[in-house]
C-alpha cells in the first residue's frame, strides 16, 4: 500500500500545506496504511503523486524524524519507526480540528435503511471451537478439497478454458446447465429445457431477481415465520405488503389468511429453520390455493443433498402443471459456499425477463465457477459428495437425537422427524436462548438462536437451531453434555465461587505452561466474539467481531500465581490479574474475591521448542 500512497490537498482547509501533508502521514502510520518498518515514499515521488514542490514535502518529512516517527538508513531512504501506531492515533486525536463534522448528506438522501442485523453472526474461526453446532457450516470430513482440485484443474485447460473465458454474452454456462438439467433436477422430479434454467450467484440473488420481477411496493406477498430473514428483509426494503405466515409441523398453514396473496415464498422439501418437510396433502392445497387466487409460489429449495433422508421427496415444482411454481436452489450444501452458485427454474419468458434483469445490475455468474461447477457434477463428484454427506449427516443427527433425549429429557423438546443437517429445539419455559447461546460460546459451543428467524420480537425465545455439518459425530454428546450444564445454570442458577478452603487453583508455573502459544476463544459480555494469541514472547494479539474489525494488542505475564494481562486499548488499558481454573478445554478466570468473571475454550499452541521463554513469576516480557 505505501508505494501507492496518495491524497488530496485542500486549499479552503486553512492549514498550510506542510500541516495537511504531516496529517496524512501521520493518520497513514496510525491507521497502518505505512506499516511499522515500511519504507516511506520517496519525497520526490510523493511530491509527484499530491502535486506539491519536493522542498515542502522534504520539510515535512524533516519534522517527522525529529519527533520519531520517521527514520533513516544510509542509503536507503526513511522507513516508519516501530510501534508507533499507538503515538500516531493519540496525536490525531490531539490535533484534531475542535469545528463539529460537517453533516453526513447520505443519511438523509438514504432511501432504504435496514432496521434490524438480521445477518447471520458465525465468528471467523468458528472451526477451533471443540463444538460448533451451525447449520451449513462444513467441517474438513465433508470437504472436497480433492474434488475441487481436479475441477479447477479441468476448467483451467487449454480447451476448457478457451470455451468459457471468451463467451461475453448475457448467457449461462450450457455445459452446467445440461448437468443440472439432467443430474439434478430429474430427481427433484422436475423437468425443464434448456431456456428454462437460469445460473445465479447462490439463492439470495435468485429471490431478489423474482422481486425484481413479481414485487414493487405495496404488492401483497405471504413468507413463512418462522422463516428466512434475509428475504422478509428484502421485500420490506420493497416495500411490500408481507404476511408472515405460520409454519407447523407439516409446513407452513393454508388458510384465508393467504387470500389476496400474490406471491407466497415458502420452502417445502425442508422449511427454513424449522427443518419441517410440508406433507404431499399441505402442498396439493397450496397448489390449490394460488390457482384460485391467481398467485405465485416462489419454492425455495435447502434440501438438494437430501441430507438426514432416505429418499428425497419430489419438489413442489414437480407437481406444477399450471406452471404456477418458481423454483429455486443453490449448489451450496454439497460444495458449500465457496463455489456460490445457484439456479432458477421458471417458464422461459420468465427466464428471459430475469436475464435481462440480471444483466442490468450483475451479469452472468462467474464464467469460472460455472464451469468448475459443471466439471464437479460431470466427473461424478456432485453424487459422491451427496452420499457422503447424506451419510454423515445422518449418523451426525442421530448422534444429536440421542444425546439431546439422554441429556435433557424434560427440558427440551424437538421434531422427532430427522431432516436437513439440524435439529429445532426449544427450550423450557424462561428460558432466554440468545443468553444461552452467549455463556455456551464462552465454553467452546456455538447454536443459533431463533430470534431472528420470527418477524416479531419475542416470538421463539426459548428456541434454538443446532447444525451437525460443522462437528464430526464423536464430539456431538460431549458438546451436549455442556449445553446441559448451561440450560441448567440458567434455568436454576448458583454463584460460581472458589473454594478458599480447597485450591483448585492453576498456579504460576502451570498458567505459564498452559498459556504460552495457546489461543484462548472467548465472548464479550453483549455476545460478540473475540480470540486472543498468547504469544510465548508475552505479547498478546486480540481480534474481536464477527469479521475481526476490533483489533488490539496488549502483554501478559505471571504474578503471585494469577494470570495478569494489560491491553492497549480494550480493558481500558487497565491491568488485570486473575485466578486460574482449566478444566479439559475450559479455562476461567476469578476475581480476588474469588467470584468467576469470565470463561472461554483454551486452543493448545504448538511446540514451543527453541521459541523465547514464556515470562514468569513476577517478571513482564
Not at 472467548?522 to 474481536?544: F, N, Q, W
Request: hydrophobic share 40%; net charge neutral; proline share 5%.
Amino acid at each position: 500500500m505505501r508505494d501507492g500512497l496518495t491524497f488530496t490537498l485542500d486549499e479552503e482547509s486553512g492549514l498550510s500545506l506542510q500541516q495537511q501533508i504531516r496529517e496524512r502521514l501521520i493518520h497513514a502510520i496510525a491507521s497502518g496504511v505505512l506499516e511499522p518498518g515500511s519504507r516511506a515514499p520517496s519525497s520526490r515521488t510523493l511530491a509527484k503523486r499530491i502535486g506539491v514542490a519536493r522542498n515542502t514535502v522534504l520539510l515535512v518529512y524533516q519534522q517527522l524524524v525529529a519527533d520519531g516517527y520517521l527514520a533513516g538508513k544510509e542509503r536507503s531512504g526513511l522507513y516508519v519507526c516501530e510501534d508507533l501506531s499507538e503515538v500516531a492515533s493519540r496525536h490525531l486525536q490531539r490535533t484534531a480540528p475542535e469545528a463539529a463534522k460537517p453533516p453526513r448528506a447520505w443519511r438523509a438522501l438514504m432511501k432504504r435503511r435496514s432496521k434490524i442485523d438480521w445477518t447471520r453472526q458465525i465468528p471467523p474461526d468458528w472451526a477451533l471451537y471443540p463444538h460448533p453446532f451451525l447449520e451449513g457450516c462444513l467441517d474438513k470430513e465433508l470437504s472436497s478439497v480433492t474434488e475441487w482440485r481436479e475441477a479447477a484443474r479441468g476448467a483451467l485447460g487449454a480447451r476448457e478454458f478457451s470455451e468459457w473465458s471468451m463467451n461475453f454474452s448475457e448467457g449461462d454456462d450450457d455445459k452446467l446447465i445440461n448437468e443440472i438439467r439432467t443430474k439434478i433436477l430429474p430427481r427433484r422430479g422436475i423437468q425443464a429445457g434448456p431456456d428454462e434454467v437460469l445460473i445465479t450467484e447462490g439463492w439470495k440473488q435468485a429471490i431478489d431477481l423474482v422481486a425484481q420481477l413479481f414485487v414493487e411496493a405495496k404488492s401483497r406477498v405471504a413468507i413463512e415465520d418462522p422463516g428466512l430473514p434475509e428475504l422478509r428483509e428484502l421485500l420490506r426494503l420493497q416495500g411490500a405488503d408481507v404476511l408472515t405466515q405460520p409454519v407447523d409441523h407439516d409446513g407452513l398453514v393454508i388458510d384465508s389468511r393467504l387470500d389476496g396473496r400474490s406471491v407466497i415464498f415458502a420452502t417445502p422439501t425442508r422449511q427454513a429453520p424449522t427443518g419441517a418437510q410440508m406433507s404431499r396433502a399441505r402442498q396439493k392445497a397450496l397448489l390449490r390455493k394460488v390457482e384460485a387466487e391467481n398467485a405465485l409460489i416462489v419454492e425455495i429449495d435447502f434440501g438438494m443433498s437430501g441430507s438426514g433422508e432416505r429418499r428425497l421427496p419430489p419438489a413442489l415444482k414437480s407437481a406444477d402443471a399450471l406452471e404456477r411454481v418458481i423454483y429455486v436452489s443453490d449448489l451450496c450444501e454439497v460444495f458449500g459456499p465457496g463455489l456460490r452458485l445457484g439456479f432458477v427454474v421458471a417458464p422461459a419468458a420468465v427466464i428471459r425477463e430475469m436475464r435481462q434483469v440480471r444483466s442490468l445490475v450483475a451479469g452472468p455468474a462467474p464464467r469460472a465457477a460455472q464451469r468448475i461447477g459443471a466439471l464437479l457434477m460431470a466427473l461424478g463428484h456432485y453424487d459422491a459428495a451427496c452420499l457422503r454427506v447424506r451419510k454423515a449427516i445422518t449418523e451426525r443427527l442421530t448422534a444429536l437425537r440421542d444425546a439431546l433425549n439422554y441429556h435433557l429429557p424434560h427440558l427440551v423438546l424437538i421434531d422427532p422427524k430427522l431432516s436437513g443437517s439440524s435439529i429445532w429445539v426449544t427450550g423450557p419455559p424462561g428460558l432466554d436462548a440468545r443468553l444461552l447461546a452467549s455463556e455456551a460460546a464462552k465454553r467452546g459451543l456455538l447454536i443459533e438462536p431463533s430470534a431472528r428467524f420470527y418477524a416479531r420480537d419475542g416470538e421463539g425465545a426459548s428456541a434454538f437451531r443446532m447444525g451437525v455439518s460443522s462437528l464430526t459425530a464423536d464430539r456431538i454428546r460431549s458438546g451436549v453434555a455442556i449445553l446441559a450444564q448451561v440450560i441448567h445454570e440458567l434455568t436454576d442458577p448458583s454463584l460460581d465461587r472458589l473454594d478458599p478452603k480447597r485450591r483448585t487453583w492453576l498456579d504460576g508455573r502451570r498458567i505459564t505452561d498452559l498459556m504460552r502459544g495457546a489461543t484462548l476463544l472467548c465472548h464479550t459480555v453483549y455476545g460478540d466474539p473475540y480470540s486472543v494469541e498468547v504469544r510465548a514472547d508475552g505479547t498478546l494479539i486480540g481480534k474481536a467481531g464477527y469479521a475481526h474489525e476490533d483489533c488490539d494488542e496488549g502483554e501478559w505475564w505471571v504474578e503471585d500465581d494469577k494470570w495478569c494481562r494489560r491491553w492497549k486499548a480494550w480493558s481500558y488499558g487497565e491491568t488485570a490479574r486473575y485466578f486460574t481454573v482449566v478444566e479439559g478445554d475450559q479455562v476461567k478466570w476469578y476475581k480476588d474475591d474469588l467470584v468467576l468473571f469470565n470463561r472461554g475454550v483454551l486452543v493448545p499452541g504448538a511446540s514451543q521448542a527453541g521459541a523465547q521463554l514464556a515470562p514468569t513469576q513476577g517478571r513482564r516480557a
